[in-house]
């Protein structure tokens, strides 16, 4: 693996978005890249310093119903279990 690959799949390494084949290729990849360790390292301090500062906020309720209606009527759809009228 070279460095341009392993750095394209950093991101996904991080979220834990990738599965037990391509997550073994980086591991060995970062084992040998000491700049791709830092690189991770700094994808870690940067993602547990948004939980520790991001504001997180909650939708109103009723909020995801009203969206979901406001997506149906633009789109002709009827909602689920309804009849078409």
Same mark, same amino acid.
């Given at each position: 693996?070279? @460095?341009?690959?392993? +750095?394209?799949?950093? #991101?996904?390494?991080?979220?834990?978005?990738?599965?037990? /084949?391509?997550?073994?290729?980086?591991?060995?990849?970062?084992?040998?890249?000491?700049?791709? @360790?830092?690189?991770? +390292?700094?994808?870690? #301090?940067?993602?547990?310093?948004?939980?520790?500062?991001? /504001?997180?906020?909650?939708?109103?309720?009723?909020?995801?119903?009203?969206?979901?209606e406001a997506l149906?009527?633009?789109?002709?759809?009827?909602?689920?279990?309804?009849?078409?009228?």
């Amino acid at each position: 693996m070279n @460095r341009e690959k392993a +750095g394209s799949w950093l #991101d996904g390494h991080l979220d834990g978005e990738w599965e037990h /084949t391509r997550l073994l290729n980086l591991e060995a990849h970062l084992a040998a890249c000491s700049r791709g @360790r830092g690189a991770v +390292g700094e994808g870690v #301090d940067f993602g547990s310093f948004l939980q520790v500062k991001m /504001t997180v906020y909650q939708a109103p309720p009723g909020f995801k119903a009203r969206i979901q209606e406001a997506l149906r009527e633009e789109s002709g759809e009827s909602a689920p279990g309804t009849q078409p009228g």
